[in-house]
């Protein structure tokens, strides 16, 4: 009977975690992404690098999105400015 209730409680208490293995997994993974990216060591010339490239990649892609739009509106004769 009292291993019953161990079992139950010991269930109810692990609730909403993950267990431990899948967490080691997780922060494996996550270490993985960091050292591929060159984003575990910040004092290297690749982490700087990326972050660069991620800045501008991000400024370009809104600057095309925008300049695309202009162009479809300029297309379709509606005024851009009233």
Do not use: C
Not at 28 to 38: F, N, P
């Amino acid at each position: 009977m009292v291993l019953h209730v161990l079992a139950i409680r010991r269930i109810i208490t692990d609730k909403g975690r993950m267990p431990r293995k899948g967490m080691e997994k997780v922060n494996y993974v996550r270490r993985q992404l960091l050292a591929e990216l060159g984003l575990s060591e910040w004092r290297s010339r690749e982490f700087w690098g990326m972050l660069l490239m991620f800045i501008l990649v991000f400024f370009l892609r809104i600057y095309i999105h925008y300049i695309g739009q202009w162009i479809m509106l300029q297309g379709l004769e509606l005024p851009v400015n009233r």
